[in-house]
């Protein structure tokens, strides 16, 4: 379980670590800054500057753009006994970035374009353990700051093994959004074991799932485009099956959260009030969407309007809490929900929207 506090409240208490500020403007309520008005002046105002320039309000002139930040959601799953295929989330803009960079062991392995956020690393060697990290680099030539370390072990090579898997029957696919589609299938058989799913776009290789998963979600695609899709399946000796069934999806039209399908949404999402410190917060607590990798964010919406928007790191969670304060008056309601970020750094559809009653 993974549990957030916010920082919305950066002009009264030190922001919590692994989240961000909310983006819109600060609490409208004066009494929300009581605890500064406590404090003898100077440290009143180192308080003050503080809050700000965690929640940045306060830009340095100096710099020219936003830092390169490292990779979110990397992911390493073995392709077979001699393969890894990499792949992480799919920033919001990567105007600052001019290529990616995938590290095994510390040696760089892969170059790709800024629109690519997965690779294939061959060459491997059976029943070994390799670290992979991704770092992007910067129009300027910077090399940004590397990913999570992630560890995998390629399987045993069969020797002599040269039956491939059987063909992936089934497969069936909805539209999850504008954005991304959620495909599944019945799993293959093997003489040994089948130890991934590769999915094809066209005759294009776009992700890949380890052998015990059937169902894939594929995000980062165009709104309002037709595309085919298919799935093979290998063994740890590379041997690919047939391909299955083609199925034929249509992306809805419109971006982000306009067109995300209800499959992308955080369910059993449950809000509470609470007091506590002079004033009341919101606990949220919710199961994070199947996204088919990690979720780098969710943004939290009360009232209609955006609050805050949590850094939600690395790691998954089957289920996540997040707490934030909202007011001092008692016997105000407030009508909460909450998205969450997926993979090619879209927003996925809202969560049910619940009411919160302080006092």
Known sequence: MRTRQSCHTGLYQFPAPATTCPPHHLPARAEGTHLVRHLPHAAAVAALVLGLTSCGLFADPEQDGPALTAPAGVTAQAGSATSVHVMWNRPASTADVVQYEVYRD??????????RHMADVTGLRPRSRYVFTVRARGTDGELGPASRRVAVTTP???????????????????????????????????????????VYQGTTKIHSVGGGQTRALVTGLRPGTAYAFSVRARDAADNTSPASGTVRLTTRRGKDGASAGTGTAP???????RAADGGYYVDLAWTPPDTGGEVPAYQVF??????????????????????????????????????????????????????????
């Open 106 to 115: 510390a040696r760089r392995v892969r170059r790709l374009p800024a629109d």
């Open 156 to 198: 045993a090579v069969v020797a002599a093994d040269r039956t491939a898997p059987t063909r992936p029957a089934g497969l069936t696919g909805s539209v999850a959004g504008g954005t991304s589609v959620s495909l599944a299938w019945r799993a293959s058989r093997d003489d040994k074991a089948v130890v991934s799913y590769d």
């Open 267 to 273: 369910s059993g999402f449950r809000a509470s009030s």
């Open 302 to 359: 009360v009232d209609g309007a955006q609050a805050t928007t949590v850094m939600w790191g690395e790691g998954t969670a089957d289920a996540a809490k997040y707490s934030f304060y909202i007011g001092a008056e008692p016997g105000e309601r407030h009508r909460v929900r909450i998205r969450a970020q997926l993979p090619d750094g879209t927003w996925g559809a809202f969560s049910t929207e619940r009411t919160v009653t302080t006092g």
